[in-house]
């Protein structure tokens, strides 16, 4: 069982930057494929940004590319989401999750991911 807790979002004037943390609990972080989403209200939840056990594969969707960076940190079962350049289309509840350990790669779809954070609200203003 993993139980994630996010941090970091906020209020910011567009071309503002953030950036989101993810701290997972237990022993085996490093197992983990890990993940970062978003949902806006009305909108279906998307995948921002994945990354994988060791961080040395990473996918970001294309409208966050070179400006967004996902990254982990094994050593202290923590993943990050380095927000730069940031639009009003970014606001969004942003999600932590994990999926079952054994998967290789950055996953990037929602469907393997079993374990989601309660989520940080990230608002950016025009």
């Known amino acids: 069982q993993v139980q994630l807790v996010e941090s970091g979002g906020g209020l910011v004037q567009a071309g503002g930057s953030l950036r989101l943390s993810c701290a997972a609990s237990g022993r085996t972080f490093s197992s983990y494929a890990m993940g970062w989403f978003r949902q806006a209200p009305g909108k279906e939840r998307e995948v921002v940004a994945a990354?994988?056990?060791?961080?040395?594969?990473?996918y970001c969707r294309d409208s966050v590319q070179g400006r967004f960076t996902i990254s982990r940190d094994n050593a202290k079962n923590t993943m990050y989401l380095q927000m730069n350049s940031l639009k009003p289309e970014d606001t969004a509840v942003y999600y932590c999750?994990?999926?079952?350990?054994?998967?290789?790669?950055?996953?990037?779809?929602?469907?393997?991911?079993?374990?989601w954070g309660q989520g940080t609200q990230v608002t950016v203003s025009s």
């Open positions: 999750a994990a999926t079952p350990a054994g998967y290789a790669g950055a996953v990037v779809t929602t469907t393997p991911y079993h374990y």
């Open positions: 990354i994988s056990r060791s961080g040395g594969s990473t």
